[in-house]
């Protein structure tokens, strides 16, 4: 299957810190790119999905000036969570689908955030 | 509103088979998925189906039936490696998933 890639794996920052975490497409071009957070024994929750070129397209309740994502190219998509606090601290997916109908999404491995 | 229900934990013997079903109600229909997702881990990709029926693949089978909103995912012989959650996700008319909340499977030997 595809390979996605994320970066960091695990970060530890302070309170009031902004982290960006990039998902790259190792073996595709990936016109789309959803991120994900996923609490503890909980469901992936949907948080943006990042088209390429233009701006991302966030799920209600999301703060967009507080999870910025940037989509610059086919094989990169970051997200930046500005200003961490603790309550963010979460676990980040990102995926991205390969199929002509965005079947099939492949996930990237994940990163795992913890906010002091 | 949409819906995708799945038991919250199952547990099976090694050897043995199981069966995970999912039930959903969602704004249109355009598939329906099975993940894996060991702790820690993101989620791996198992099946995807959209026309009713059975796909097998390996130890792996997947049914669906759209009339019903019903899948199931069987798994033949467990191993100990299949303790995981398994992820029902239907995608919606927009193209966007659904995500169940997952069913946690404990293997014992």
């Known amino acids: 299957g595809a390979v996605v890639s994320q970066h960091p794996s695990r970060v530890i920052c302070k309170s009031g810190t902004s982290v960006k975490i990039e998902c790259r497409s190792l073996?595709?071009?990936?016109?789309?790119m959803f991120w994900y957070r996923q609490f503890p024994k909980k469901s992936l929750m949907l948080m943006a999905t990042?088209?390429?070129?233009?701006?991302?397209?966030?799920e209600q309740g999301v703060e967009k000036d507080k999870f910025l994502i940037n989509h610059a190219s086919l094989t990169l998509s970051t997200l930046t969570v500005t200003s961490a606090h603790p309550e963010d601290s979460s676990f980040y997916i990102c995926?991205?689908?390969?199929?002509?109908?965005?079947?099939?999404?492949?996930f990237g491995p994940g990163t795992r955030l913890l906010v002091l | 509103g949409q819906n995708i229900d799945q038991p919250t934990e199952m547990t099976a013997t090694e050897g043995a088979i199981v069966q995970i079903n999912c039930t959903y109600q969602?704004?249109?229909?355009?598939?329906l998925f099975w993940y894996q997702q060991h702790a820690g881990e993101a989620p791996t990709f198992l099946s995807y189906?959209?026309l009713d029926g059975l796909e097998e693949k390996g130890r792996f089978s997947s049914f669906l039936s759209r009339s019903k909103g019903y899948s199931y995912l069987l798994l033949k012989e467990l191993q100990m490696k299949d303790s995981a959650s398994y992820l029902c996700?239907?995608?919606?008319?927009?193209?966007?998933?659904?995500w169940g909340a997952g069913t946690k499977l404990i293997i014992k030997p």
């Open positions: 990042s088209n390429e070129g233009s701006k991302a397209t966030y």
């Open positions: 996700a239907v995608m919606d008319s927009n193209y966007q998933l659904i």
């Open positions: 995926s991205s689908g390969t199929g002509e109908n965005r079947e099939t999404q492949y």
């Open positions: 073996d595709f071009q990936a016109t789309t």
């Open positions: 969602t704004s249109g229909f355009n598939g």
């Open positions: 189906n959209v």
